[in-house]
């Protein structure tokens, strides 16, 4: 299948490693010409190199940042076509012990930081008639998790705002969707239950398995590509059938 994307430039926050990491290659590998952020200037040089691609350093709670980055991406690659919000989780803790700052730090990063970037590229899309945003969220929007209330709690707000604008914005060829990953093997899953194995174990996976960042990357690059067109204002799950809900 030939998803069009050859030649699209993507910009792909929080990719540094990990899932982020994992959709940038695979959009490098169907030809996009790919930006990618992490807060470590050392950690994305090193993750952008081999890709081939634009690696550049941007916190997602710098909300007057976005513009600025959105503007470099495009002075050195072009119109943005492809936008893909992954940001890291907030800290976790018991459900009624977070601080206000740290309600207002997760808001930032969370809700305003995407949003900000949404607000700069939409704009070009809808002038140029093409656009595909993708937001990567997690499965606790629909199964909360207790200790991970101020993920759950934000991230829930921006499939929310994704719906909203997404019907704002049908009729010009402008998509946006957000995908939900369960339990993914990266570091920082493998880091908190000590392995993969250990990880399926606790969380009763009924695949017994943790899913791999190349089965999250290509859903996610699918959303991002021509043939998904028609779909938009949807929430994929990608979490071999661990999530309960309808």
């Known amino acids: 299948m030939k998803l069009g994307l050859q030649g699209r430039v993507a910009l ?21 010409r790919v930006a990618m952020t992490a807060r470590s200037a050392d950690r994305i040089a ?38 893909v919000c992954n940001t890291g989780g907030p800290p976790g803790g018991e459900p009624l012990d977070f ?43 629909r199964e909360p998790i207790p200790n991970l209330m101020l993920s759950s709690v934000h991230r829930a707000g ?29 570091e920082r899953v493998t880091g908190l239950f000590g392995s993969e194995e250990a990880a399926a174990e606790a969380m009763g996976l009924p695949a017994g398995r943790l899913g791999t960042v190349e089965e999250m990357s290509a859903a996610a690059v699918f959303l991002c590509s021509e043939r998904a067109g028609y779909i938009s204002g949807e929430t994929l799950t990608v979490d071999g059938a661990a999530t309960r809900s309808v």
């Open 99 to 141: 601080t206000r700052d740290q309600w207002r730090d997760a808001y930032e990063s969370l809700v305003l930081g995407p949003m900000a970037l949404v607000h700069a590229v939409v704009p070009g899309m809808r002038e140029r008639g093409w656009g595909r945003i993708v937001n990567v969220v997690g499965t606790t929007v």
């Open 158 to 186: 921006m499939i929310t705002g994704f719906k909203t604008v997404a019907r704002d914005v049908a009729a010009d060829g402008v998509t946006l969707n957000s995908i939900l990953p369960g339990l993914i093997s990266t």
């Open 12 to 32: 792909v926050t929080g990719a540094s490693k990990g899932i982020g990491h994992a959709i940038a290659a695979e959009l490098a590998a169907e030809g996009a």
């Open 46 to 83: 090193a993750a952008a190199e081999p890709l081939g691609a634009l690696g550049l350093v941007h916190d997602g709670a710098d909300l007057d940042g976005a513009p600025a980055l959105v503007e470099r991406v495009e002075a050195e690659l072009g119109p943005i076509d492809v936008l």
